[in-house]
């Protein structure tokens, strides 16, 4: 099975098309994008239009090439779009919401669990935020602190004891379906692990999952699927690891420029990876 992985396009338009165009030409069984999917541009509120205006269509291209589009929301994706994000991928049969959530593909051996939380993070909106552990140390905290409703945004007035109510992800990790074959599961988790250089922000903080880590090591998926720091490749020099049979991959993307796109390509039968820059075409 041919899988093409990217993550983190932030709903620009040119990227997403190029992933078509690629799945069009290189014909992957399944591709992943592995969450923060929706425009960040302008009024947050209004990331509902992305979905009904692009990604409607967008998935009733993968449809009609019978070409499996699993993806989940990041933590830049408005938490009171994920009904519309759903019901917009059950319209698909080739298109799965991988959010917190199982997929086979019918007759394959591999099975696909996503999973879109993060650990708390110094930004203000915190709608897919959680403590790592239980003893999970905030990080400093950079302007307000906000979740999203359905009548605008919450400001939160004590966000660490807010987030001390929710579950951690160590907990939404241990309620997350159980794969029947483990050797041949895929995982695709927003946030990466931490410890294996995956996770490093442009000053040198490294911000990534312990519970994820202790998860991957015990359990040796066959493959683990990350991004949300988009600068990780480019900080630490590495962009895959090897953590005992589990092979990571967090190919980055391009962050201040909007002129490049990266992806991966993967074969699971013989786990041959490639990772992939393009620039984007001039006009």
């Known amino acids: ?49 992305f979905i009904t205006g692009f990604l409607d269509e967008y998935f009733s291209r993968f449809e009609s090439m019978k070409i499996y589009y699993l993806g989940l929301l990041g933590n830049d994706d408005l938490g009171i779009f994920d009904d519309l994000f759903q019901k917009t991928c059950d319209k698909y049969s080739y298109v799965a919401n991988m959010a917190q959530k199982r997929f086979q593909i019918e007759g394959s051996k591999y099975e696909f669990i996503g999973m879109n939380w993060v650990t708390d993070l110094p930004f203000g909106l915190k709608d897919r935020a959680r403590k790592d552990t239980k003893d999970f140390e905030f990080p400093k905290q950079i302007g307000k602190q906000y979740i999203s409703t359905p009548n605008g945004f919450k400001k939160l007035e004590d966000w660490s004891s807010y987030a001390e109510a929710l579950p951690t992800i160590e907990d939404e990790i241990r309620n997350l379906v159980k794969p029947s074959d483990m050797n041949n599961t895929v995982y695709i988790f927003h946030n990466p692990p931490a410890n294996l250089d995956l ?16 998860f991957l090591k015990e359990n040796q998926p066959k493959l683990s699927l ?30 201040q420029h909007e002129n490049h796109l990266i992806y991966a390509l993967i074969d699971l039968e013989t786990m041959n990876i490639e990772r992939k820059i393009i620039k984007k075409e001039s006009k």
Not at 36 to 44: A, E, S, V, Y
Not at 199 to 214: F, I, L, M
């Open 1 to 49: 099975m041919k899988l093409l992985y990217v993550t983190d396009i932030h709903g620009i338009e040119w990227k997403h098309n190029k992933i078509f165009d690629l799945a069009s030409s290189l014909k992957p069984d399944v591709v992943i994008n592995g969450g923060d999917m929706l425009t960040f541009r302008g009024n947050l509120l209004h990331q509902d239009r």
């Open 199 to 214: 996770d490093v922000c442009h000053d040198g903080r490294k911000v990534g999952s312990k519970a994820e880590y202790v």
């Open 226 to 255: 990350h991004g949300h720091i988009h600068e990780s490749p480019d900080i630490s020099g590495k962009w895959y690891s090897q953590l005992g049979k589990t092979t990571c991959i967090q190919p980055g993307q391009s962050n």
